[in-house]
């Protein structure tokens, strides 16, 4: 008579129990980790167009001018593609359109970030660095005037 081996009831509870506990910590790390790099994308685009930006100030000997408003083909067509950059891009790491504002002598850029809602007016931004991950990200005049760094809140 043989005898059966199995695992019993006890144990499956316990190694279930073990996978939870760390399924429960990993998973907001990776959902972090995910936002970080929609950050960073976001930042590296922002970058990217400001660099064309600049580019057509440096032949024209002024900044391209359009509305305050969200970026769509008509802001950057006849100013930056393909000359200055072969696509711009549109949208931020959460899919979220990015806003521009520019005239002669300024420009703006903005990522709404995860919240997908601008806190105010291109214009009326000053905070510097942030550490909430809904804060908006803003680009001006060839540097970052409000971006995060650091350990990220869920604010």
Known sequence: MRKNRGFTLIELLIVVAIIGII???AIPNLLNAINRGRQKRSMADLRTIGTAVEAYAVD??????YAEGPVDNATFQG???PTYVKT???EDGWRTTFY???ASRFYTLASAARDKVLSGNLASYSAGITS????????SNGSFVQYPEGVQDDG
Request: proline residues 8%; charged residues 20%.
């Open 88 to 90: 711009v891009p549109r």
């Open 132 to 139: 909430d991950m809904d804060c908006d990200i803003v680009y």
């Open 60 to 65: 024209m000997a002024f900044y391209p001018t």
């Open 79 to 81: 100013f930056l593609e």
């Open 23 to 25: 399924a429960a910590i």
């Open 100 to 102: 521009a504002a520019s």
